[in-house]
């Protein structure tokens, strides 16, 4: 029912009496009586005035008067608002008197009007609105219950009263009388009865009420207030206006200091600022407020999660590891299944385990070098050494400077050198360079007070001596500050503020001087950041994150343009400094995020060559010209090549960079908000690199097309309208087709230069200088991925790649071996040939999954065959992991928990294949002939002459029977459990029997189907039927009903009571159908109830409306219609449920049709009634 219209309701108020109708009945009431002899008075006196000659200025006169006629008008458009706030909104009461219309049963409010469609105005409902003559009858109702109430217990007391009488009579006995517990009453009825102890009329204790009643209004306010300034706090975090969050988020404090969200929005958005010292005095009140007055962190779960996991952050800012790993361990222990939490305190640990390492190193490594001398404090003048590629702009030679001591521009090239190499080199090296001195390692308990988690902030805020990193920080901060500067990023002087003679020679010379320490420290900071974030450490990565915004700007300098990117690809391809890159971009897209975007968009020899190679490749031309070419020259100049394509161009880096940062960015709404008006350029210019021949960005372009779809409905569009063909075209040039017209089965490729280049480069017996081309070890894998992620986020993009012939494509690929011809030698990982054979099977049974029909019967013989090949070692795989989840080691080590997930991949292929595939179980079974259409220059070796089936249909079952019967469950599966790969696996197979049952139950199944047995799959099943819930239970249900069915099973089953305990677990279901059954006749019978299911359903609506608006509710029903038939596995498939027609019986009939069938119903209702007499027995 939608919600009343004040406008509505206002009408249908009674007409307010008019002081022309009061005079009319001869009444008056004091108040106008006293106005008008009010009016009487100044009129008089108006008069004399104007006889008098005292009363000259008339408009003064008559402006009075309008005001007081005004202050009349407002004083009856008060009363009339009074009235209609009276008369619409009602009086507060509990319906106990006569003198109303209406009665909210939900606010306890009296309305003397019939209000529009008998809605409460204050509510907003109408189910609960009762009128007086109904509230009465419930009044009375009760009155009478109480009465009942009443006699029984003055009946109990009266028989109390006598017993006692009675034992007075006998006297007292020294033996406990317990029976007296049996006749004991209560002298009064309830507690409450009896004389208040505060007496009512005392005006102490009612003006103690009302002061608390006034005091809890006034909290009330406040709390409305906070939560209004924490909306625009929170408003403020979505602009990106931090600083401006914080002052709002205060302001909120002011007015409700146990706002605990306030606290944890405040300490998030002082992470973002890195007012690390703040963010922890915000996350101690939080937990201090929980310590206190809750008892612990359960109550709040959620605050105290936020508010561990932002102090964590906060400490592991300040290099306090010991107390970020404490703050992690709480996190967990109230969110164990955090994955973030769970992955963050594993870092912090390592890091923990490094400051200790560094105490060590430290206390090994007391007394410094020979070399070292005793640094000077304070800023030193130091000279900068030239060389030929160090030369000043201007000419000069030796400009100096002021630096720090530690400062990376104060080292010589020589120890520039010999640093870089011993970073690249020595762990330790990098380890102390990293470490900060006096803290960092243990002894948490230092930081916190005994027996409390709030972490002391004296501790905190002692200054740590800073690391070497940290200086190389602060020069790249420099070097930004610096090189905005000489950009012309400053804020420009008045036009009214005149420049002081002598400036100009100054300003020259400290251009100058930035100019020199831009040269000198932007590349070295530059290269001791990429080789510390390169080191395969999370750790060192994460602790050159902070530099992202320093180090980001440079990328605008032509001349540190490469090794910028190839430090921003490190970072990427880490969490936490992925994220800062996000964040960054987030809130400065220009001119950060459009440089790399240029770089991948614009298509010139900068940005598609490697740095350097153009000269390279002149230089080596010229001396096999020189050399009159010959093999050793070629090979001389082959190498040459090689080694000047070892590097990545600047247009690999930024496909790169930029897919990376998408993991991170698709959870942060303002970096979808900034990508998305670079679509337009950047999917098309990624579409286009999308060319097998194109073998340094393809695979790169489909990593990133294959994150892009991440980024939101506007990205996945376009990439599905831009890059789905160019995607499968790549691809199937990438693997090639399966050859077989002359009866072999590897793929070819159609680029013999790049197999012969991806030799070069992988290693092995090839004779190269040392490098590795990038983009040799394959894009197959990259363009599967992206291929997979299309089909997840826009399924109705399946028929259009399968018109592109894509399942002809994969099908041969899941194949390792075959594999195997499409990736480098040597390659692994996510580049490796297992890699690329998971995923085409992961493609390969999505396209099914979609088109079961759409699969050729040559790819669905070569299918069968590998689903055959992959099932030989199932056996021992499940009973592995059947084995590990009964003992709660789902981690332990040895188990394989993807192979795990590929069978069960397999497993429901062959599930779709065999129920969904039309005529597949039958060629499969031989029940049909093999018929193909085969073009007309077929050759003759690709017809088979037999027509028999693809694989062995009895080995088949053989190994699924033994790999169901080591899936079957050893506990009860959890409900976390319920969704997970050996889960899935039951359901498929029970799937894949049932059809198989189904099938060799008809009077016409072919050989091979009647002689395989089913028999040993009942007892797993229904004992897996009893463990298992949710959609698998439904799968196994259908296959426990289909053996029941079939004659030669039947007796199995009922051994087995699997028809007793599919009865018990679809009894619930009978019952809810039973309810809904009766309810429906009842609504169709019951006029009262009728009308109380339609107030229901408007009220619903209402709800519906106020919540998504007029607008939103059409799709929010087609939300709610499109999700219904949706379940998680695809494959999984659920029993019919018959919606009963009629009340009582009816329903579980339905149930019994929808469970069995027409066909079985009347042998289950046979068996029911011969087991009757024994079911106790039997259960």
């Given at each position: 029912?939608?919600?009343?219209?004040?406008?509505?309701?206002?009408?249908?108020?009674?007409?307010?009496?008019?002081?022309?109708?009061?005079?009319?009945?001869?009444?008056?009431d004091?108040?106008?009586?006293?106005?008008?002899?009010?009016?009487?008075?100044?009129?008089?006196?108006?008069?004399?005035?104007i006889i008098?000659?005292?009363?000259?200025?008339?408009?003064?006169?008559?402006?009075?008067?309008?005001?007081?006629?005004?202050?009349?008008?407002?004083?009856?458009?008060?009363?009339?608002q009074?009235?209609?706030?009276?008369?619409?909104?009602?009086?507060?009461g509990?319906?106990?008197?006569?003198?109303y219309k209406?009665?909210?049963?939900?606010?306890?409010?009296?309305?003397?009007?019939?209000?529009?469609?008998?809605?409460?105005?204050?509510?907003?409902?109408?189910?609960?609105m009762?009128?007086?003559?109904?509230?009465?009858?419930?009044?009375?109702?009760?009155?009478?219950?109480?009465?009942?109430?009443?006699?029984?217990?003055?009946?109990?007391?009266?028989?109390?009263i006598?017993?006692?009488?009675?034992?007075?009579?006998?006297?007292?006995?020294?033996?406990?009388?317990?029976?007296?517990?049996?006749?004991?009453?209560?002298d009064?009825?309830?507690?409450?009865?009896?004389?208040?102890?505060?007496?009512?009329?005392?005006?102490?204790?009612?003006?103690m009420?009302?002061?608390?009643?006034?005091?809890?209004?006034?909290?009330?306010?406040?709390?409305?207030?906070?939560?209004?300034?924490?909306?625009?706090?929170?408003?403020?975090?979505?602009?990106?206006?931090?600083?401006?969050?914080?002052?709002?988020?205060?302001?909120?404090?002011?007015?409700?200091?146990?706002?605990?969200?306030?606290?944890?929005?405040k300490?998030?958005?002082?992470?973002?600022?890195f007012?690390?010292?703040?963010?922890?005095?915000?996350?101690?009140?939080?937990?201090?407020?929980?310590?206190?007055?809750?008892?612990?962190?359960?109550?709040?779960?959620?605050?105290?999660?936020?508010?561990?996991?932002?102090?964590?952050?906060?400490?592991?800012?300040?290099?306090?590891?010991?107390?970020?790993?404490?703050?992690?361990?709480?996190?967990?222990?109230?969110?164990?299944?955090?994955k973030?939490?769970?992955?963050?305190?594993?870092?912090?640990?390592?890091?923990?385990?490094?400051?200790?390492?560094?105490?060590?190193?430290?206390?090994?490594d007391?007394?410094?070098?020979a070399?070292?001398?005793?640094?000077?404090?304070?800023?030193?003048?130091?000279?900068?050494?030239?060389?030929?590629?160090?030369?000043?702009?201007?000419?000069?030679?030796?400009?100096?400077?002021?630096?720090?001591?530690?400062?990376?521009?104060?080292?010589?090239?020589?120890?520039?050198?010999?640093?870089?190499a011993?970073?690249g080199r020595?762990?330790?090296?990098?380890?102390?360079?990293?470490?900060?001195?006096?803290?960092?390692?243990?002894g948490?308990?230092?930081?916190r007070?005994?027996?409390?988690?709030?972490v002391?902030?004296?501790?905190?805020?002692?200054?740590?001596?800073?690391?070497?990193?940290?200086?190389?920080?602060?020069?790249?901060?420099?070097c930004?500050?610096l090189?905005?500067?000489?950009?012309?990023?400053?804020?420009?002087?008045?036009?009214?503020?005149?420049q002081?003679?002598?400036?100009?020679a100054?300003?020259?010379?400290?251009?100058?001087?930035?100019?020199?320490?831009?040269?000198?420290?932007a590349?070295?900071?530059?290269?001791?950041?990429?080789?510390?974030?390169?080191?395969g450490?999370?750790?060192?990565c994460?602790?050159?994150?902070?530099?992202v915004?320093?180090?980001?700007p440079?990328?605008?300098?032509?001349?540190w343009?490469?090794?910028?990117?190839?430090?921003?690809?490190?970072?990427?391809?880490?969490?936490?400094?992925?994220?800062?890159?996000?964040?960054f971009?987030?809130?400065?897209?220009?001119?950060?995020?459009?440089?790399?975007i240029?770089?991948?968009?614009?298509?010139?020899?900068?940005?598609?060559l490697?740095?350097?190679f153009?000269?390279r490749?002149?230089?080596?031309?010229?001396?096999?010209?020189?050399?009159?070419?010959?093999?050793?020259?070629l090979?001389?100049l082959f190498?040459?090549?090689?080694?000047?394509?070892?590097?990545?161009?600047?247009?690999?880096?930024a496909?790169?960079?930029?897919?990376?940062?998408?993991?991170?960015?698709?959870?942060?709404?303002?970096?979808r908000?900034?990508?998305?008006?670079?679509?337009?350029?950047?999917?098309?210019?990624?579409?286009?690199?999308?060319?097998?021949?194109?073998?340094?960005?393809?695979?790169?372009?489909?990593?990133?097309?294959?994150?892009l779809?991440?980024?939101?409905d506007?990205?996945?569009?376009?990439?599905?309208?831009?890059?789905?063909?160019?995607?499968?075209?790549?691809l199937?040039?990438?693997v090639?087709?399966?050859?077989?017209?002359?009866?072999?089965?590897?793929p070819?490729?159609?680029?013999?230069?790049?197999?012969?280049?991806?030799a070069?480069?992988?290693?092995?017996?090839a004779?190269?200088?040392?490098?590795?081309?990038?983009?040799?070890?394959?894009?197959?894998?990259?363009?599967?991925?992206?291929?997979?992620?299309l089909?997840?986020?826009?399924?109705?993009s399946?028929?259009?790649l399968?018109?592109?012939?894509?399942?002809?494509?994969?099908?041969?690929?899941?194949d390792?071996?075959?594999?195997?011809?499409?990736?480098?030698p040597?390659?692994?990982?996510?580049?490796?040939a297992?890699?690329?054979?998971?995923r085409?099977?992961?493609?390969?049974?999505?396209?099914?999954?979609?088109?079961?029909?759409?699969l050729?019967?040559?790819?669905?013989?070569?299918?069968?065959?590998?689903?055959?090949?992959?099932?030989?070692g199932?056996?021992?795989?499940?009973?592995?992991?059947?084995?590990?989840?009964?003992?709660?080691g789902?981690?332990?080590?040895?188990?394989?928990?993807?192979?795990?997930?590929?069978?069960?991949?397999?497993?429901?292929?062959?599930?779709?294949?065999?129920?969904?595939?039309?005529?597949?179980?039958?060629?499969?079974?031989?029940?049909?002939?093999?018929?193909?259409?085969?073009?007309?220059?077929?050759?003759?070796?690709?017809?088979?002459?037999?027509?028999?089936?693809?694989?062995?249909?009895d080995?088949?079952?053989?190994?699924?029977?033994?790999?169901?019967?080591?899936?079957?469950?050893?506990?009860?599966?959890?409900?976390?459990?319920?969704?997970?790969?050996?889960?899935?696996?039951?359901?498929?197979?029970a799937?894949?029997?049932?059809?198989?049952?189904?099938?060799?139950?008809?009077?016409?199944?072919p050989?091979?189907?009647?002689?395989?047995?089913?028999?040993?799959?009942a007892?797993?099943?229904?004992?897996?039927?009893?463990k298992?819930?949710?959609?698998?239970?439904?799968?196994?249900?259908?296959?426990?009903?289909?053996?029941?069915?079939?004659?030669?099973?039947?007796?199995?089953?009922?051994?087995?009571?699997?028809?007793?305990?599919l009865?018990?677990?679809?009894?619930?279901?009978?019952?809810?159908?039973?309810?809904?059954?009766?309810?429906k006749?009842?609504?169709?019978?019951?006029?009262?109830?009728?009308?109380?299911?339609?107030?229901?359903?408007?009220?619903?609506?209402?709800?519906?409306?106020?919540?998504?608006?007029?607008?939103?509710?059409?799709?929010?029903?087609?939300r709610?219609?499109?999700?219904?038939?949706?379940?998680?596995?695809?494959?999984?498939q659920?029993?019919p449920?018959?919606?009963?027609r009629?009340?009582?019986?009816?329903?579980?009939?339905?149930?019994?049709?929808?469970?069995?069938?027409?066909?079985?119903?009347?042998?289950?209702?046979?068996?029911?009634?011969?087991?009757?007499?024994?079911?106790?027995?039997?259960?």
């Amino acid at each position: 029912m939608a919600p009343v219209d004040e406008a509505e309701a206002l009408a249908v108020l009674p007409p307010l009496p008019q002081p022309a109708d009061i005079r009319a009945n001869g009444r008056c009431d004091q108040r106008e009586l006293d106005e008008w002899v009010q009016n009487v008075d100044d009129v008089s006196a108006q008069i004399k005035g104007i006889i008098d000659g005292t009363l000259t200025d008339f408009e003064a006169l008559d402006h009075n008067m309008a005001i007081k006629e005004r202050a009349k008008q407002i004083r009856h458009e008060e009363l009339l608002q009074k009235r209609n706030r009276f008369f619409l909104y009602g009086n507060e009461g509990k319906g106990e008197g006569t003198k109303y219309k209406w009665w909210c049963k939900r606010c306890f409010v009296e309305y003397l009007i019939d209000l529009p469609q008998n809605t409460c105005t204050r509510c907003k409902q109408a189910d609960k609105m009762m009128t007086q003559q109904e509230r009465r009858d419930e009044l009375m109702g009760k009155l009478e219950d109480y009465k009942k109430v009443r006699s029984s217990h003055q009946w109990r007391k009266d028989k109390w009263i006598r017993w006692k009488k009675s034992q007075a009579l006998l006297g007292r006995s020294r033996n406990i009388n317990y029976k007296a517990w049996e006749y004991w009453e209560p002298d009064t009825d309830t507690e409450d009865e009896g004389d208040p102890i505060v007496p009512r009329d005392n005006p102490e204790f009612l003006a103690m009420e009302a002061d608390i009643k006034d005091r809890h209004k006034k909290a009330a306010e406040k709390s409305k207030t906070s939560e209004k300034c924490r909306e625009r706090g929170n408003q403020c975090m979505k602009d990106g206006d931090f600083v401006g969050a914080i002052e709002h988020y205060e302001e909120g404090l002011e007015y409700k200091r146990d706002n605990k969200a306030l606290w944890t929005n405040k300490a998030l958005a002082e992470l973002k600022v890195f007012r690390w010292h703040d963010a922890v005095a915000s996350c101690n009140k939080v937990i201090e407020y929980s310590e206190i007055f809750e008892d612990g962190f359960k109550r709040s779960s959620d605050a105290c999660f936020k508010a561990f996991m932002r102090r964590a952050a906060a400490l592991r800012a300040l290099h306090r590891w010991a107390e970020a790993v404490e703050d992690l361990e709480d996190a967990v222990k109230l969110f164990p299944k955090d994955k973030e939490a769970r992955d963050l305190l594993e870092k912090t640990k390592a890091a923990l385990r490094e400051a200790d390492q560094v105490q060590s190193l430290q206390a090994a490594d007391a007394t410094p070098a020979a070399s070292e001398e005793a640094a000077p404090q304070g800023p030193v003048r130091i000279e900068i050494e030239e060389s030929e590629d160090e030369s000043d702009d201007d000419g000069a030679n030796g400009a100096s400077l002021s630096a720090a001591p530690s400062s990376l521009a104060g080292l010589s090239r020589s120890e520039f050198r010999s640093l870089l190499a011993r970073l690249g080199r020595e762990e330790s090296e990098r380890v102390l360079f990293c470490a900060r001195r006096g803290g960092g390692g243990g002894g948490a308990a230092a930081a916190r007070k005994e027996d409390t988690r709030k972490v002391d902030l004296k501790h905190v805020e002692e200054v740590l001596e800073p690391s070497r990193l940290d200086e190389a920080i602060k020069d790249v901060e420099r070097c930004c500050v610096l090189f905005k500067k000489l950009q012309g990023n400053v804020v420009p002087l008045r036009a009214d503020v005149k420049q002081l003679d002598g400036l100009d020679a100054q300003q020259k010379q400290e251009d100058k001087e930035a100019r020199a320490f831009l040269r000198a420290a932007a590349p070295r900071a530059v290269a001791v950041l990429h080789v510390l974030a390169g080191s395969g450490s999370d750790h060192h990565c994460a602790l050159t994150a902070p530099a992202v915004r320093h180090v980001w700007p440079l990328l605008a300098c032509d001349e540190w343009r490469h090794p910028v990117l190839e430090l921003l690809l490190e970072w990427s391809q880490r969490t936490i400094s992925a994220k800062a890159m996000a964040e960054f971009a987030a809130r400065h897209p220009e001119p950060h995020l459009r440089l790399l975007i240029d770089a991948v968009t614009t298509e010139s020899k900068e940005n598609m060559l490697p740095p350097g190679f153009e000269d390279r490749a002149k230089q080596a031309s010229e001396r096999f010209g020189a050399d009159a070419g010959g093999a050793e020259a070629l090979d001389s100049l082959f190498d040459e090549m090689v080694v000047g394509l070892s590097k990545s161009s600047p247009a690999e880096l930024a496909v790169s960079i930029l897919g990376n940062m998408c993991l991170p960015g698709q959870s942060i709404p303002a970096f979808r908000d900034v990508m998305a008006p670079f679509r337009v350029a950047l999917v098309p210019a990624l579409a286009r690199q999308l060319k097998p021949m194109n073998w340094r960005l393809c695979g790169r372009s489909a990593g990133a097309v294959c994150n892009l779809l991440r980024l939101g409905d506007a990205f996945a569009t376009a990439v599905e309208e831009e890059c789905t063909k160019p995607l499968v075209t790549a691809l199937r040039d990438e693997v090639g087709e399966a050859d077989t017209s002359d009866g072999g089965s590897q793929p070819r490729s159609a680029t013999p230069l790049m197999q012969a280049l991806r030799a070069a480069s992988g290693g092995g017996d090839a004779q190269m200088p040392g490098a590795k081309i990038p983009g040799m070890d394959g894009s197959a894998a990259k363009l599967l991925a992206a291929l997979v992620n299309l089909l997840t986020v826009r399924p109705g993009s399946a028929q259009q790649l399968l018109d592109l012939g894509l399942l002809d494509v994969a099908v041969p690929v899941m194949d390792v071996e075959k594999a195997s011809a499409c990736v480098a030698p040597g390659a692994s990982g996510e580049d490796g040939a297992e890699e690329v054979a998971a995923r085409a099977a992961l493609l390969v049974g999505r396209l099914l999954a979609r088109a079961p029909a759409a699969l050729s019967t040559r790819r669905e013989d070569q299918l069968l065959r590998h689903i055959e090949g992959s099932l030989s070692g199932g056996r021992a795989l499940v009973r592995a992991a059947t084995a590990a989840a009964a003992a709660g080691g789902g981690d332990a080590e040895g188990i394989d928990k993807q192979g795990v997930e590929r069978l069960e991949l397999k497993v429901r292929m062959l599930a779709i294949l065999v129920t969904k595939t039309p005529g597949a179980l039958d060629r499969l079974t031989q029940r049909a002939p093999r018929v193909e259409e085969l073009p007309d220059d077929a050759a003759v070796g690709q017809l088979d002459p037999e027509g028999g089936p693809a694989i062995c249909f009895d080995r088949l079952v053989s190994r699924l029977v033994e790999i169901a019967t080591a899936a079957r469950p050893r506990e009860h599966v959890a409900p976390d459990a319920a969704s997970g790969p050996l889960s899935r696996l039951r359901g498929n197979l029970a799937l894949l029997f049932g059809a198989l049952c189904e099938a060799q139950a008809a009077d016409n199944a072919p050989p091979a189907l009647r002689g395989i047995d089913l028999a040993p799959l009942a007892e797993p099943f229904i004992d897996a039927l009893r463990k298992e819930s949710g959609g698998v239970q439904n799968n196994i249900g259908i296959f426990i009903t289909k053996l029941a069915q079939n004659p030669r099973y039947k007796q199995k089953v009922r051994d087995l009571n699997g028809l007793e305990s599919l009865h018990q677990i679809q009894l619930p279901r009978v019952e809810a159908q039973k309810a809904e059954a009766t309810r429906k006749h009842r609504v169709e019978t019951d006029s009262a109830a009728r009308q109380a299911e339609v107030r229901r359903a408007g009220a619903s609506e209402a709800s519906i409306d106020a919540t998504l608006g007029r607008k939103g509710r059409g799709a929010h029903a087609a939300r709610l219609h499109a999700r219904r038939p949706r379940e998680s596995t695809a494959s999984r498939q659920t029993a019919p449920r018959g919606k009963p027609r009629s009340a009582g019986p009816g329903a579980s009939e339905a149930s019994i049709d929808a469970t069995l069938g027409r066909k079985g119903r009347g042998a289950h209702a046979a068996r029911l009634h011969a087991r009757r007499p024994r079911e106790s027995t039997a259960s």
